[in-house]
Protein backbone atom coordinates (compact mmCIF):
# COMPACT_ATOMS: atom_id res chain seq x y z
CA UNK A 1 0.00 0.00 0.00
CA UNK A 2 1.51 3.27 -1.25
CA UNK A 3 1.61 5.68 1.46
CA UNK A 4 3.00 9.30 1.87
CA UNK A 5 3.89 10.93 4.78
CA UNK A 6 4.36 14.83 5.72
CA UNK A 7 6.89 16.24 8.62
CA UNK A 8 8.39 19.16 9.90
CA UNK A 9 5.09 21.08 10.19
CA UNK A 10 4.66 23.59 13.09
CA UNK A 11 4.25 26.81 14.13
CA UNK A 12 6.35 29.68 13.39
CA UNK A 13 6.75 33.89 13.44
CA UNK A 14 6.59 35.75 10.38
CA UNK A 15 9.47 35.80 8.53
CA UNK A 16 10.56 32.41 9.81
CA UNK A 17 11.74 29.35 7.92
CA UNK A 18 10.14 25.51 8.00
CA UNK A 19 11.40 22.36 5.86
CA UNK A 20 8.45 19.84 5.16
CA UNK A 21 9.13 16.40 4.06
CA UNK A 22 7.16 13.81 2.46
CA UNK A 23 8.80 10.56 2.72
CA UNK A 24 6.91 7.77 0.21
CA UNK A 25 6.56 4.08 0.74
CA UNK A 26 5.73 1.30 -1.54
CA UNK A 27 6.15 3.25 -4.25
CA UNK A 28 8.52 3.57 -7.32
CA UNK A 29 9.20 7.18 -6.04
CA UNK A 30 11.90 8.42 -8.67
CA UNK A 31 9.70 7.66 -11.33
CA UNK A 32 6.84 10.11 -9.85
CA UNK A 33 6.69 14.00 -10.47
CA UNK A 34 6.10 15.32 -6.60
CA UNK A 35 3.96 17.99 -5.91
CA UNK A 36 3.36 20.46 -2.77
CA UNK A 37 -0.44 21.86 -2.37
CA UNK A 38 -1.87 23.90 0.53
CA UNK A 39 -5.33 24.43 1.86
CA UNK A 40 -6.13 27.53 4.23
CA UNK A 41 -9.16 26.95 6.17
CA UNK A 42 -12.17 28.13 4.12
CA UNK A 43 -10.33 28.15 0.98
CA UNK A 44 -9.87 25.78 -1.67
CA UNK A 45 -6.63 23.69 -2.43
CA UNK A 46 -4.08 25.41 -3.87
CA UNK A 47 -0.82 24.34 -6.05
CA UNK A 48 2.90 25.36 -3.98
CA UNK A 49 5.01 23.58 -6.00
CA UNK A 50 6.02 20.13 -8.08
CA UNK A 51 9.56 18.94 -8.86
CA UNK A 52 10.75 16.72 -11.91
CA UNK A 53 11.20 12.87 -11.03
CA UNK A 54 15.25 13.19 -11.71
CA UNK A 55 14.79 16.22 -9.63
CA UNK A 56 16.15 18.47 -12.51
CA UNK A 57 13.41 20.66 -13.01
CA UNK A 58 11.38 22.94 -10.52
CA UNK A 59 8.08 24.97 -10.65
CA UNK A 60 6.43 27.00 -8.32
CA UNK A 61 3.12 29.39 -7.66
CA UNK A 62 3.99 32.56 -8.35
CA UNK A 63 2.73 33.84 -4.29
CA UNK A 64 5.63 31.66 -3.36
CA UNK A 65 8.28 31.77 -5.90
CA UNK A 66 12.07 33.21 -5.09
CA UNK A 67 10.67 32.13 -1.15
CA UNK A 68 10.00 28.04 -1.21
CA UNK A 69 12.33 25.39 -2.92
CA UNK A 70 11.19 22.33 -3.80
CA UNK A 71 14.01 19.35 -3.63
CA UNK A 72 13.93 15.31 -4.19
CA UNK A 73 16.16 12.83 -2.48
CA UNK A 74 15.58 9.63 -4.44
CA UNK A 75 17.44 7.74 -2.62
CA UNK A 76 15.79 7.90 0.26
CA UNK A 77 12.09 8.36 -0.96
CA UNK A 78 11.73 11.88 0.54
CA UNK A 79 10.59 15.09 -1.32
CA UNK A 80 11.48 18.38 0.70
CA UNK A 81 9.82 21.60 0.65
CA UNK A 82 11.95 24.40 1.87
CA UNK A 83 9.42 27.63 3.25
CA UNK A 84 11.70 30.99 4.11
CA UNK A 85 10.35 34.57 4.82
CA UNK A 86 7.33 33.06 5.51
CA UNK A 87 4.10 35.15 5.91
CA UNK A 88 0.80 34.64 7.88
CA UNK A 89 -1.38 34.06 4.52
CA UNK A 90 0.79 30.92 3.97
CA UNK A 91 -0.96 29.47 7.02
CA UNK A 92 -2.43 26.14 5.71
CA UNK A 93 -2.38 22.31 5.49
CA UNK A 94 0.20 21.42 3.22
CA UNK A 95 0.06 18.12 1.49
CA UNK A 96 2.65 16.43 -0.89
CA UNK A 97 1.45 14.35 -3.80
CA UNK A 98 2.29 11.73 -6.54
CA UNK A 99 2.17 12.38 -10.31
CA UNK A 100 3.24 9.76 -12.78
CA UNK A 101 2.84 13.00 -15.59
CA UNK A 102 5.53 15.60 -16.27
CA UNK A 103 6.10 17.95 -13.49
CA UNK A 104 5.24 21.51 -15.28
CA UNK A 105 3.66 24.75 -13.56
CA UNK A 106 -0.07 25.03 -12.26
CA UNK A 107 -0.49 21.43 -11.99
CA UNK A 108 -4.09 20.46 -10.53
CA UNK A 109 -5.63 17.80 -8.24
CA UNK A 110 -6.43 15.83 -10.95
CA UNK A 111 -2.93 15.51 -11.90
CA UNK A 112 -1.97 13.65 -8.69
CA UNK A 113 -2.73 9.71 -8.25
CA UNK A 114 -1.34 9.57 -4.24
CA UNK A 115 -1.64 11.83 -1.73
CA UNK A 116 -0.58 12.09 1.99
CA UNK A 117 -2.60 13.29 4.58
CA UNK A 118 -0.99 17.15 5.29
CA UNK A 119 1.33 18.94 7.86
CA UNK A 120 0.01 22.14 9.60
CA UNK A 121 1.63 25.11 8.86
CA UNK A 122 1.10 28.17 11.27
CA UNK A 123 2.62 31.48 10.51
CA UNK A 124 2.05 34.31 13.33
CA UNK A 125 2.17 37.50 12.43
Known amino acids: QVRLVESGGGLVQAGGSLRLSCTAS????????MGWFRQAPGKEREFVGTISWSGGNTYYADSVKGRFTISRENAENTVYLQMNSLKPEDTAVYSC??????????????????WGQGTQVTVSS
Open 26 to 33: ALTFSSYA
Open 97 to 114: AASTQRARVNMVRADFYY
